[in-house]
């Protein structure tokens, strides 16, 4: 079973693609990225493209994604949420379930400490996944990708599938 996991943002969208079986492991990974100094509209249709380039690659069975349940400030809320619901109505043009999971769950999946902090989270991702600590590809070494892994990651171990 492929996982795709994502975590949602209008600059900077995290993407992690996992394959379960006995064992789970990473297949891709990385960040797809928008121009601050584009409209909107073109940031959001940009995060729809690379998506749907993602899904016809891989192929995903399940889309794990973030759930934004709280927010500090609503300047940055509204373009994640948007991005959000750009996703969600990407996966579901392609008829892929849709899991979501807000940080705590996935903090606790991954680390087994819903407090843990986000390097803690980070760097057990590395170590699960045997990820380089400094890849050359600068997408694979921002933070949103290896949360997306993450994401992924919580969906594989709480899903209740069986696999081949």
Do not use: W
Not at 28 to 41: H, Q, R, S, W
Not at 62 to 68: G, K, P, R, Y
Not at 95 to 116: C, D, H, N, S
């Amino acid at each position: 079973m492929i996982i795709l996991g994502i975590d949602p943002g209008t600059a900077t969208t995290g993407f992690g693609v996992i394959k379960k079986t006995k064992e789970i492991k990473v297949i891709d990974y990385g960040c797809i990225t928008t121009n601050p100094g584009l409209e909107a509209g073109e940031r959001l249709k940009i995060i729809n493209n690379e998506l749907n380039k993602l899904i016809k690659k891989h192929q995903p069975k399940i889309m794990a994604v973030e759930s934004l349940y709280f927010f500090k400030n609503l300047k940055t809320a509204m373009p994640v949420s948007q991005a959000k619901g750009v996703i969600l109505l990407t996966a579901a043009k392609k008829k892929i379930p849709v899991y979501e999971f807000t940080p705590l769950q996935v903090k606790m999946a991954v680390v087994g400490y819903g407090r843990a902090e986000k390097k803690q989270v980070q760097k057990m991702i590395q170590v699960l996944f045997n990820l380089e600590e400094k890849p050359k590809d600068k997408n694979k070494r921002k933070d949103d990708a290896t949360d997306a892994l993450g994401i992924a990651l919580c969906y594989a171990l709480k899903s209740k599938i069986k696999t081949t």
